[in-house]
């Protein structure tokens, strides 16, 4: 298992133009979570799924901001009419959940909105 | 609601030296209390959790911490700093989901 991957690592996009973050979790794990993490500070909660199902969303992800599990596998993160303010980085982690199951996380993805 | 209070933005240490980084917890239950590290673009690396086993909780690359319930603290401690230390610390919170709510982080420099 290579862990949690994250695809693109870097996207750079035009205000505006719509984007969309792959995450892949480790095989096992039920349970997978969006942080989104500006400069100098930490991430921040944005949704997260406990196999298809989205059972959590914060209020920062606006109506732009759409996110799916189909098939409790892989996730989708999509940003609708991107603005500047979107930019930093976003992060996803998976976890076999129960309050001891600690959250791996990947690399993220860079999003930066020119 | 539970949050987590890092002190002290910016750590320097010399290498060799003593690293104390900084955490407080605030939760009206036992909380579930994870360190993580972060080197320069890059995901989160878990160094250490509490998870009411034992108070002294030891971790990865030489770290530990211990939970103080009565000072609601949970500091990250190293008894002597590497170059290789040199990163992004956050200590987080978890809810009962998993969901956590981290700190806003602690950079730390080493010196030669």
């Known amino acids: 298992d290579t862990g949690v991957s994250q695809d693109p690592r870097h996207k750079i996009t035009k205000r505006g133009q719509n984007v969309t973050f792959r995450c892949d979790p480790i095989s096992e794990h039920n349970r997978l979570y969006w942080y989104r993490q500006t400069l100098g500070q930490g991430p921040e909660f944005l949704t997260y799924?406990?196999?298809?199902?989205?059972?959590?969303k914060s209020r920062l992800l606006s109506d732009r901001f759409s996110a799916e599990r189909p098939k409790g596998s892989f996730s989708t993160l999509e940003i609708q009419r991107t603005e500047q303010g979107d930019s930093a980085m976003y992060l996803c982690?998976?976890?076999?959940?129960?309050?001891?199951?600690?959250?791996?996380f990947g690399q993220g993805t860079r999003l930066t909105v020119v | 609601a539970q949050s987590v209070t890092q002190l002290g933005s910016h750590v320097s240490v010399s290498e060799g030296a003593l690293v104390l980084l900084r955490c407080n917890y605030s939760?009206?239950?036992?909380?579930?209390l994870f360190w993580y590290v972060q080197y320069p673009n890059q995901g989160l690396q878990l160094l250490l959790k509490?998870?009411?086993?034992?108070?002294l909780v030891k971790g990865i690359n030489g770290f530990e911490a211990e939970f103080k319930k009565s000072e609601t603290s949970f500091h990250l401690t190293k008894p002597s700093a590497h170059m290789s230390d040199a990163a992004e610390y956050f200590c987080?919170?978890?809810?009962?989901?998993?969901?956590?709510?981290f700190g806003a982080g602690t950079q730390v420099v080493v010196t030669p």
């Open positions: 939760s009206s239950v036992p909380p579930y």
């Open positions: 509490y998870t009411s086993a034992a108070t």
């Open positions: 987080a919170v978890s809810d009962s989901w998993g969901k956590l709510q």
């Open positions: 799924f406990q196999n298809e199902a989205q059972l959590e």
């Open positions: 982690a998976s976890s076999l959940g129960g309050t001891r199951g600690e959250a791996f």
